[in-house]
C-alpha cells in the first residue's frame, strides 16, 4: 500500500498562499486510475474534499473555494501539491493528502472513496 | 453545515452493539456509493467501508455498513476501547459535484 507524507510552512500570513506538498512512496502517481487527493479538517470540525488530481494530471475541485485551490504535481518526485490563495483564519487546518478510488459517471452510482490518508500537517494562518 | 447528516455522539458498554446513521439525498446516498471513516483520537481517518458495505483487506468484520434510501448506517459489534473514535460518512454528491461528508459522530465506548 502507499505512504503519503504531507510537507510546507506551518505558519501561513493572512491574504498570502498556501503551499503544501505530498510525497508518495509505494506507488506512483501516474499508475493508470490512481487518484490522489486533498482533504482538510479545521480544528475539532469536520472533513472538507479540496480537490483531486487523475494519474492523467487532469484536476477537480471543490467549487465552493471559489477558484482559490490549485493542485498540480511533480511526476519525477512522485510529489502532488496543493496551493490555496488568499489565505483567512478560516483556511486554518488540519491538511490530508490522500490516494483514493473515483468512478463517477452518467449512467451508474459513483464511487469516490479516500483509500489512504497521509498523517496530515497543521497549517495555521495568522499574522 | 455538512451535507451528510449524522448524530454528534454515540455510547455503549463495551462488548456491545452500536449503530451510527449517516442522513443525505438522491443526489448523494441515494443514487450513490457510501463509505465510512474511523479517525482515533490525533491520527489521520482511516478507511472502514467502502462501496455501502465492503471492508478493506486488514478491517475486522465487527464493522459492517448498509443502505437503504437515502440513509446509510455503520455497525459496530463487540465494542472495544479502541474502537474510541470519531467516525464520518462520505459520498459523492452528483448534483455539487462534490466529494462530501457527514460532520462525524464520537463514539464513546463507557
Known amino acids: 500500500q502507499p505512504q503519503l507524507q504531507e510537507s510546507g510552512p506551518g505558519l501561513v500570513k493572512p491574504s498570502e498562499t498556501l503551499s503544501l506538498s505530498c510525497t508518495v512512496s509505494g506507488d506512483s502517481i501516474t499508475t493508470t486510475r490512481s487518484f490522489w487527493g486533498w482533504i482538510r479538517q479545521p480544528p475539532g470540525k469536520g472533513l472538507e474534499w479540496l480537490g483531486t488530481?487523475?494519474?492523467?494530471?487532469?484536476?477537480d475541485y471543490n467549487s465552493a473555494l471559489k477558484s482559490r485551490v490549485t493542485i498540480s504535481r511533480d511526476t519525477s518526485k512522485n510529489q502532488f501539491s496543493l496551493m490555496l490563495t488568499s489565505v483567512t483564519a478560516a483556511d486554518t487546518a488540519v491538511y490530508y493528502c490522500a490516494r483514493l478510488t473515483s468512478e463517477v459517471t452518467n449512467w451508474g452510482p459513483a464511487r469516490y472513496y479516500f483509500n489512504f490518508w497521509g498523517p496530515g500537517t497543521l497549517v495555521t494562518v495568522s499574522s | 453545515q455538512s451535507v451528510l447528516t449524522q448524530p454528534p455522539s454515540v455510547s455503549a458498554a463495551p462488548g456491545q452493539r452500536v449503530t451510527i446513521s449517516c442522513s443525505g439525498s438522491?443526489?448523494?446516498?441515494?443514487?450513490?456509493?457510501v463509505s465510512w471513516y474511523q479517525q482515533l483520537p490525533g491520527t489521520a481517518p482511516k478507511l472502514l467501508i467502502y462501496d455501502n458495505n465492503k471492508r478493506p483487506s486488514g478491517i475486522p468484520d465487527r464493522f459492517s455498513g448498509s443502505k437503504s434510501g437515502t440513509s446509510a448506517t455503520l455497525g459496530i459489534t463487540g465494542l472495544q476501547t479502541g474502537d474510541e473514535a470519531a467516525y464520518y460518512c462520505?459520498?459523492?454528491?452528483?448534483?455539487?459535484?462534490?466529494?462530501?461528508f457527514g460532520g462525524g459522530t464520537k463514539l464513546t465506548v463507557l
Open positions: 488530481i487523475y494519474y492523467s494530471g487532469i484536476t
Open positions: 438522491s443526489s448523494n446516498i441515494g443514487n450513490n456509493y
Open positions: 462520505g459520498a459523492w454528491d452528483s448534483t455539487l459535484s462534490v466529494a462530501v
